[in-house]
């Protein structure tokens, strides 16, 4: 089974890597692409600072980083112990088309990280967190096609992303949110 699913990224990212957009688009998706390096948190933010107020951000912010913890502690544990090599090293024809942020492929840290973040968003401020929603998938299917990860990492990074959600979301209901509920409804 293993074999099977390792052929099939393979096969699909070599599809994806012979069949390239203009320079142009190449250009702007990666440009998109950086965006998920976590630079378009900056923006969201500031509108939520500007849209919703100090009192809902510092909200955001708290509910965010037990998912992001629990996502950084997921994605290090599993990069470290599965080290899956990325196309760019297993396939000796592929170039890294943007940069790796580290060694290892599997799970794709762009989409795990950023939609556990998202999905913590949207809970709090779902206009934003609607658009951040979709934000993590594309960065992670573009890096397929970038040559840095295989479908499987996307896969597994929406997975686990979903999954570090629902953790720091237990830990924020059970634990913190007890702790801090004054500090929000005032």
């Known amino acids: 089974m293993l ?17 390239r ?18 630079y378009v948190w900056a923006l969201i933010i500031i509108l939520i600072l500007m849209f919703h107020g100090p009192m809902i951000l510092a909200e ?4 965010v ?3 992001l913890v629990a996502s950084l502690a997921l994605y290090w544990t599993l990069k470290l112990s599965t080290k899956r090599p990325r196309p760019f090293v297993a396939i ?9 942020l580290d060694k290892y492929s599997f799970p794709s840290g762009h989409t795990m990280n950023n ?31 970038f040559g840095v990860h295989w ?7 929406f997975i686990l992303g979903v999954a570090s959600f629902a953790i720091g979301h237990l ?15 005032g």
């Open 92 to 100: 000796p024809e592929f170039k890294a088309l943007v940069p790796p």
């Open 60 to 63: 955001v912010l708290a509910m």
């Open 65 to 67: 980083f037990p998912s």
């Open 151 to 157: 479908l499987t990492d996307v896969i597994g990074g």
């Open 21 to 38: 957009f203009s320079a142009k688009t190449d250009k702007w998706l990666r440009l998109y692409t950086r965006l998920g390096d976590g």
């Open 3 to 19: 074999k099977k699913i390792l052929d099939f990224d393979e096969r699909f990212s070599r599809y994806l890597y012979s069949h």
């Open 171 to 185: 830990v924020w209901v059970f634990a913190l949110s007890p702790l801090v509920s004054g500090y929000f409804q």
């Open 115 to 145: 939609l556990a973040i998202a999905t913590t968003v949207l809970l709090t401020v779902p206009a934003a967190g609607a658009v951040m929603i979709a934000l993590p998938l594309t960065w992670g299917f573009l890096r397929v096609y």
